[in-house]
């Protein structure tokens, strides 16, 4: 079964750190690109960012709203993904999912359930 | 940034109706437009890729049209499973942002 499980996420006052995980099953983690999205209170999707996969580099893209504070990484052997998060703001709040970017489609085809984060004093 | 714009931000209709919404973007996005639902506590699935293409095993009542700037999704003859919030997403280059969504309620 394709799946993506998230972790890591909690309470943490503004300014702090937070790093979240996501462990994928079922397909060949290392052959795709892997985005964060994150589910807003609002309910509305925001786009975080993306990291390539080994075939290109580990090329990394980020959300206006995030670059320079925020960091994606990967581990292709534990079928894992990362994202650090430095100097949090509430307005970062939000549910965060890893999702899968399937190559033909050219959109997110597999979303993980997500992990709360939220950021308040 | 590339700015995705949906309309209406809420739709109340009926089962059997054909309903329209409609997503602009804030600069040419060719057909880099993808389309989701989201379910109550469930994750977004996909249902039309690169602006009309249907994704595996999406009914056929759910179509996509248009390019550059201006796409519709269209559910035709909705049913009691397609109450949702739609969203549309561009993948033509990054950041890849998504429009606000769409809520369809019952009428």
């Known amino acids: 079964e394709l799946q993506l499980v998230e972790s890591g996420g909690g309470l943490v006052q503004p300014g702090g750190s937070l790093r979240l995980s996501c462990a994928a099953s079922g397909f060949t983690f290392g052959d795709y690109y892997m985005d964060w999205v994150r589910q807003t209170p609002g309910q509305g999707l925001e786009w975080v960012g993306r990291?390539?996969?080994?075939?290109?580099?580990?090329?990394?893209e980020y959300a206006t709203s995030v670059r320079g504070r925020f960091s994606i990484s990967r581990d292709d052997t534990r079928a894992t993904l990362h994202l650090q998060m430095d100097s949090l703001r509430a307005e970062d709040t939000a549910i965060y999912h890893c999702t899968r970017r399937d190559w033909a489609l050219d959109a997110f085809d597999i979303w993980g359930p997500g992990t709360m984060v939220t950021v308040s004093s | 940034d590339i700015q995705m714009t949906q309309s209406p931000s809420s739709l109340s209709a009926s089962i059997g109706d054909r309903v329209t919404i409609t997503c602009r973007a804030s600069?040419?996005?060719?057909?880099?437009l993808n389309w989701y639902q989201r379910k109550t506590g469930e994750t977004p699935k996909v249902l039309i890729y690169?602006?009309?293409l249907v994704e595996t095993g999406v009914p056929s009542r759910f179509s996509g049209s248009g390019s550059g700037t201006e796409f519709t999704l269209t559910i035709s003859g909705l049913q009691p499973e397609d109450f949702a919030t739609y969203f549309c997403q561009q993948s033509f280059t990054s950041p890849y942002t998504f429009g606000q969504g769409t809520k369809l309620e019952v009428k």
């Open positions: 600069q040419n996005i060719e057909t880099y």
């Open positions: 990291i390539r996969n080994r075939a290109h580099n580990y090329i990394t």
């Open positions: 690169a602006a009309s």
